[in-house]
């Protein structure tokens, strides 16, 4: 089945030791999304790519970046984990006016 | 500015149908949309409605639409324990909002036996 996969499910990481994690999608949407959320909150957007345009968001920390080497596969870089960037992560993608698709997340702790 | 608005949490008895309500103010909304999240888990698109459409129904799930309140629902028939999860609404505005989602900060259902 085409999907969204995001790899890995579950990451641990030491404050300040850099993460990268990866979601790869099957479905050639154009679009990508990386969400954060913590604690069942709403999901909050981080940036997005529209093919290989980059869009940030105004309020996505400098610590958090982004890589999109082609259509398939996003990357999360989070440079300098703090306590507070412990949270689930999601991967969505799109096409035209259709809803986005999320991946399973990875759910990132930080020790 | 856009905001979608959801009660915290619904508590129904298995077997009963549970309703699920959702407010949002931007007249401009587009999509309309419903997503579950079960715990620990990423967001599963349960349906979506257009903006031009009063009710969709899909097995179990029908949603209904007024557009005059700016108001969502969802129903689900002959809840399950299977149903237990967040539920979160969503909107996109127009186009030029390149379809990002505003959300409803989710509601929790709960299932009693």
């Known amino acids: 089945d085409a999907m969204v996969i995001q790899n890995p499910r579950y990451q641990v990481t030491q404050f300040g030791k850099p993460v990268t994690l990866s979601c790869s999608q099957t479905?050639?949407?154009?679009?990508m999304y990386w969400y954060q959320q913590k604690s069942s909150q709403a999901p909050k957007l981080l940036f997005h790519y529209y093919d290989k345009d980059f869009n940030n968001e105004a309020d996505t920390p400098d610590n958090f970046q982004s890589r999109r080497p082609n259509t398939s596969f996003c990357f999360l870089d989070i440079r300098s984990p703090g306590l507070g960037d412990a949270a689930m992560y999601l991967c969505?993608?799109?096409?035209?006016?259709?809803?986005?698709?999320f991946g399973d997340g990875t759910r990132l702790s930080i020790l | 500015g856009e905001d979608v608005e959801q009660s915290l949490f619904l508590s129904v008895r298995e077997g009963d149908s549970s309703v699920i309500n959702c407010t949002y103010t931007d007249s401009s909304s587009t999509y309309l949309y419903w997503y579950k999240q079960e715990p620990g888990a990423g967001l599963q698109l349960l349906t979506y409605i257009f903006s031009n459409m009063d009710m969709k129904q899909d097995q179990r799930l029908t949603v209904l639409l007024n557009k005059k309140d700016k108001h969502l629902s969802l129903r689900i028939a002959d809840t399950q324990t299977g149903d237990s999860a967040i539920y979160f609404c969503a909107e996109t505005l127009a186009p030029d909002s390149n379809y990002q989602l505003i959300w409803g900060a989710g509601t929790k259902l709960i299932i009693k036996p």
């Open positions: 969505a993608t799109r096409t035209g006016d259709q809803p986005q698709h």
């Open positions: 479905l050639n949407h154009n679009v």
